[in-house]
């Protein structure tokens, strides 16, 4: 491992580098940043974090559709839609995530919207004051989503949860984006019962390999474990805000290629 202040000062200056506006342009959180309105800010983010899967070009294009299938309002369409607005949703499709998976999620919006105002409360289910409460927020999360008698089996493997052993890197990137607030331009930081010093770091690909060259994991496979294990590496640099690195991690790794 390198020693941890060359460490250190080389993702703190990344950090830097890649956390600003420039960054949002060519990344899934530029859906979020069409909307002003918190609950639109959520939904839009939520959307695009689960369908943050392939080439980022085609995530923000299949975003940007879905929205437009919701009239580009989505609170209000989850809220008002009758049956025959949801027609046009029978042909989206990304990946794996099709039209049983969209109307399951509305679904769901739409039952929780009509009792919340905000998202962030279907996270606190498993708040508590120990050191894993992100692991038994997520799990709560995960259970919560599907309480519902309609809900699809298929469509539980779009939802990570740390029971499964998963990394959860998409709901952990979507929580950077609610819960962050540095003033940088990027995340919203429009939640406040979640801290920064509780989110875990999100592990994708280039994330990951990224972190092993640096020696801020050990553990071979890529799963919750691992996630947390890189948190904790980062929480030295940085005890209240140690996903701040995800900026860095992932710039190094996709603009810079380093570790490949």
């Keep these: 491992m390198k020693r941890f202040e060359e460490v250190k000062s080389l993702l703190d200056e990344k950090y830097d580098l890649y956390n600003r506006p420039d960054f949002i342009a060519d990344d899934p959180v530029s859906i979020p940043h069409l909307f002003e309105k918190k609950q639109d800010i959520e939904i839009s983010a939520f959307f695009a974090s689960i369908l943050a899967w392939g080439q980022r070009k085609t995530i923000i294009n299949k975003c940007k559709e879905l929205m437009a299938m919701m009239g580009n309002s989505p609170h209000e369409f989850?809220?008002?839609?009758s049956e025959n607005d949801l027609k046009d949703l029978m042909h989206f499709k990304h990946r794996t995530f099709n039209d049983i998976d969209t109307l399951y999620f509305i679904h769901f919006f739409k039952e929780f919207y009509q009792k919340y105002?905000?998202?962030?409360?279907?996270?606190?289910?498993?708040?508590?004051?120990?050191s894993e409460f992100m692991k038994q927020s997520l799990i709560s999360f995960h259970h919560f989503f599907f309480t519902s008698e309609l809900a699809p089996q298929r469509t539980r493997k779009h939802i990570a949860t740390p029971e499964r052993k998963s990394a959860c890197k998409r709901i952990n990137m979507f929580l950077r984006w609610m819960v962050r607030q540095d003033d940088r331009g990027v995340d919203f930081g429009i939640w406040q019962k979640i801290k920064p010093a509780e989110l875990i770091c999100p592990c994708d690909l280039h994330v990951d390999r990224v972190a092993r060259k640096l020696g801020l994991i050990q553990r071979k496979q890529t799963d919750w474990q691992t996630a947390e294990e890189l948190t904790q590496a980062l929480r030295k640099m940085d005890a209240n805000d140690p996903v701040k690195y995800d900026f860095a991690l992932f710039g190094l790794g996709i603009m810079e290629g380093y570790g490949r």
């Design 78 to 81: 989850i809220l008002n839609h």
């Design 117 to 130: 105002d905000s998202l962030e409360e279907a996270f606190l289910l498993g708040k508590s004051s120990d």
